[in-house]
């Protein structure tokens, strides 16, 4: 019924953050390349994770 008191689990909490990374990637895109490029690279290392850890619902 609540969602306030429950936890994410540890795959969940990567997908946000990945999720996160990659949308502020995207937007920075249009101002600065730089820094971009470092969300970017941020957001490839959870994808990593998520990959080590047999996450299926990410796809890329």
């Known amino acids: 019924m609540f969602k ?7 795959e969940e909490c990567l997908c ?6 990659m949308h502020k990637s995207y937007k ?3 101002t600065d ?4 490029d470092r969300l970017n ?3 490839k290392k959870i994808l990593k994770e998520l990959k080590k850890m047999r996450y299926d619902k990410i796809d890329r």
């Open 4 to 10: 306030i008191f429950e936890t994410k689990s540890k």
């Open 16 to 21: 946000d953050k990945y999720k996160s990374l």
């Open 28 to 30: 920075v895109a249009l």
């Open 33 to 36: 390349k730089e820094e971009s």
């Open 41 to 43: 690279a941020r957001a």
